[in-house]
């Protein structure tokens, strides 16, 4: 491992130095970033679905949303006012005691080791979200590339690589490794010089991370996005006037990239009753019409295979309606299973992702036990409910219930597609992510990768720019109680 204590000793270098960086200047690497990616034109897209499975259309698409989401972190350093800056000058003659001169901002915590998701060869990859916002926030990044797509993440870290040289940026701000071991993930996440962990994929992944670095010498904080069902109630008055919309729009969702989502519906949740009995059948003839499909790799198919398969021999658990064409090998099979919540309430497997094309339907003999059925469910990244406008605010308790275990919820919508803006909150109570305060996606995510620090008196000339007097560039900040310019 000693070339990744190099790696590391080498990105503490760099961060001494990035940490300098004005706004100004990372906003311009950073829109560097997303140019090099540009450039990197079609031969990008087609090695990304060679090494993927992925349809060119959606990598088009995602590699416009990471671009998207570059610009967007260099729109926020550029303005500057997301450091938080406070001022609260010095009274010398408060009685009885004098306050001092305090001023606060966030400041960057140093090398931040990314892991590559699977699941988004570009958006949560190499120049994905973890990278883009611990770069906006001032930190350099050790990137550990997915084993999946190592290419794909090689042509985007010789993208990072370009813009590092035309902005004059430390050649060490970013660093690629390639190593499909959990010893190198480990040694990365152990090493004293690493001070925060970024990382989507598995619960035992995640949890794995999050274990080896709370259990060092100084702990670090690791945000690991895991496993997520986003369960989905479904209230008997929109079962009443609109089923056969509601099937359609959740058989496109379950089966939406062959369920490689996070925020796939996994479970969904009804009262029984004539509608949900002809939602269900509406349901099941549209899951039969949708084909198979490739999985992203080997592994992922295996896992889905398995995990289905065990999830269908659960105790009451009986299968609904899969795809009516036989798959081929490596390909996700559209899946809907049922359950009744008496079942579902004693069977904490029944709330484990099955990550893929897959959602079980939960049905409860009575509001009661829809209520009851929620309380079993883990933290989530999101929840949704479909229903009318008058059951809603008679089921207000309910949703505030649920708001208190997801970081998102939906009305009327499916939890697949995640806007990229300010006001999107992409994480969730454990086991959904290990820190539900933190998004990880838009501007937001940066806030993972820095900490406050006040300075008590400090010589004028020895403060940040941002906690000047004459605030040099101009930003928001909060003096002595007042927002000002
Ligand atoms: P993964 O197994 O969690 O691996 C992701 C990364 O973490 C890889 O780089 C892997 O290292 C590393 N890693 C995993 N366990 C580790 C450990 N114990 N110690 C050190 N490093 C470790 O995810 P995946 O390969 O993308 O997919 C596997 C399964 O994860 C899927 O079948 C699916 O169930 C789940 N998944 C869920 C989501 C979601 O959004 N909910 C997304 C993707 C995957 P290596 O490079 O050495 O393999």
Same mark, same amino acid.
């Given at each position: 491992?000693?070339?990744?204590?190099?790696?590391?000793?080498?990105?503490?270098? %760099?961060?001494?130095?990035?940490?300098?960086?004005?706004?100004?200047?990372?906003? /311009?690497?950073?829109?560097?970033?997303?140019?090099?990616?540009?450039?990197?034109?079609?031969?990008?897209?087609?090695? %990304?679905?060679?090494?993927? =499975?992925?349809?060119?259309?959606?990598?088009?698409?995602?590699?416009?949303?990471?671009?998207?989401?570059?610009?967007?972190?260099?729109?926020?350093?550029?303005?500057?006012?997301?450091?938080?800056?406070?001022?609260?000058?010095?009274?010398?003659?408060?009685?009885?005691?004098?306050?001092?001169?305090?001023?606060?901002?966030?400041?960057?915590?140093?090398?931040?080791?990314?892991?590559?998701?699977?699941?988004?060869?570009?958006?949560?990859?190499?120049?994905?979200?973890?990278?883009?916002?611990?770069?906006?926030?001032?930190?350099?990044?050790?990137?550990?590339?997915?084993?999946?797509?190592?290419?794909?993440?090689?042509?985007?870290?010789?993208?990072?690589?370009?813009?590092?040289?035309?902005?004059?940026?430390?050649?060490?701000?970013?660093?690629?490794?390639?190593?499909?071991?959990?010893?190198?993930?480990?040694?990365?996440?152990?090493?004293?010089?690493?001070?925060?962990?970024?990382?989507?994929?598995?619960?035992?992944?995640?949890?794995?991370?999050?274990?080896?670095?709370?259990?060092?010498?100084?702990?670090?904080?690791?945000?690991?996005?895991?496993?997520?069902?986003?369960?989905?109630?479904?209230?008997?008055?929109?079962?009443?006037?609109?089923?056969?919309?509601?099937?359609?729009?959740?058989?496109?969702?379950?089966?939406?990239?062959?369920?490689?989502?996070?925020?796939?519906?996994?479970?969904?949740?009804?009262?029984?009753?004539?509608?949900?009995?002809?939602?269900?059948?509406?349901?099941?003839?549209?899951?039969?019409?949708?084909?198979? %499909?490739?999985?992203?790799?080997?592994?992922?198919?295996?896992?889905?295979?398995? /995990?289905?398969?065990?999830?269908?021999?659960?105790?009451?658990?009986?299968?609904?309606?899969?795809?009516?064409?036989?798959?081929?090998?490596?390909?996700?099979?559209?899946?809907?299973?049922?359950?009744?919540?008496?079942?579902?309430?004693?069977?904490?497997?029944?709330?484990?992702?099955?990550?893929?094309?897959?959602?079980?339907?939960?049905?409860?003999?009575?509001?009661?036990?829809?209520?009851?059925?929620?309380?079993?469910?883990?933290?989530?990244?999101?929840?949704?409910?479909?229903?009318?406008?008058?059951?809603?605010?008679?089921?207000?308790?309910?949703?505030?219930?649920?708001?208190?275990?997801?970081?998102?919820?939906?009305? =009327?919508?499916?939890?697949?597609?995640?806007?990229?803006?300010?006001?999107?909150?992409?994480?969730?109570?454990?086991? %959904?992510?290990?820190?539900?305060?933190?998004?990880?996606?838009?501007?937001?995510?940066?806030?993972?990768?820095?900490?406050?620090?006040?300075?008590?008196?400090?010589?004028?000339?020895?403060?940040?720019?941002?906690?000047? =007097?004459? /605030?040099?560039?101009?930003?928001?900040?909060?003096? =002595?109680?007042?927002?000002?310019?």
């Amino acid at each position: 491992m000693n070339n990744l204590d190099t790696v590391l000793l080498q990105s503490r270098e %760099a961060f001494l130095q990035y940490r300098t960086r004005s706004g100004m200047a990372k906003a /311009n690497f950073l829109e560097a970033i997303a140019s090099e990616i540009e450039a990197l034109g079609d031969p990008l897209i087609q090695k %990304a679905m060679e090494e993927t =499975n992925l349809p060119e259309v959606r990598l088009i698409g995602e590699r416009g949303r990471t671009c998207n989401q570059l610009r967007q972190f260099a729109s926020m350093v550029r303005e500057g006012s997301w450091v938080e800056a406070r001022i609260d000058t010095a009274l010398p003659d408060r009685q009885p005691l004098p306050k001092p001169d305090l001023r606060k901002m966030m400041v960057p915590l140093g090398p931040v080791v990314v892991f590559g998701a699977s699941n988004f060869p570009f958006a949560y990859s190499t120049a994905g979200v973890d990278t883009a916002s611990a770069l906006a926030a001032g930190c350099s990044v050790v990137l550990k590339a997915h084993p999946a797509h190592p290419e794909t993440s090689a042509m985007v870290a010789g993208a990072i690589s370009k813009a590092i040289r035309a902005c004059g940026e430390h050649a060490h701000v970013f660093q690629h490794v390639q190593d499909s071991s959990f010893e190198a993930g480990k040694f990365l996440v152990q090493h004293p010089l690493t001070k925060a962990v970024g990382f989507t994929g598995s619960f035992s992944g995640g949890k794995a991370l999050y274990d080896y670095a709370t259990s060092r010498p100084e702990p670090i904080p690791v945000f690991a996005e895991m496993g997520s069902i986003n369960p989905v109630f479904i209230l008997p008055g929109a079962l009443k006037v609109r089923a056969a919309k509601v099937a359609e729009m959740y058989a496109a969702s379950i089966t939406q990239g062959v369920g490689q989502f996070c925020t796939n519906p996994g479970l969904m949740l009804s009262i029984q009753s004539p509608e949900l009995s002809s939602f269900t059948q509406q349901l099941a003839t549209k899951i039969r019409e949708v084909a198979p %499909a490739t999985m992203l790799h080997p592994g992922i198919a295996n896992n889905f295979i398995k /995990n289905r398969g065990k999830a269908l021999k659960e105790k009451g658990v009986t299968l609904v309606a899969e795809s009516s064409v036989p798959a081929k090998s490596n390909q996700g099979i559209p899946t809907v299973a049922s359950v009744n919540a008496e079942d579902f309430l004693k069977n904490p497997a029944l709330v484990e992702e099955v990550f893929g094309p897959y959602s079980l339907l939960v049905i409860s003999k009575s509001r009661e036990e829809l209520f009851k059925a929620l309380d079993a469910i883990p933290g989530q990244l999101t929840a949704t409910i479909i229903g009318e406008d008058d059951e809603l605010v008679d089921y207000a308790d309910f949703i505030q219930r649920v708001s208190d275990r997801v970081g998102r919820v939906i009305i =009327n919508g499916v939890p697949t597609g995640v806007e990229v803006c300010p006001a999107m909150h992409h994480g969730g109570p454990f086991p %959904a992510t290990t820190d539900s305060r933190f998004t990880s996606v838009g501007i937001d995510a940066a806030k993972r990768w820095v900490r406050p620090v006040s300075f008590q008196n400090f010589p004028h000339g020895l403060l940040p720019a941002e906690l000047q =007097n004459q /605030n040099p560039l101009g930003i928001w900040r909060m003096v =002595n109680n007042t927002w000002t310019k």
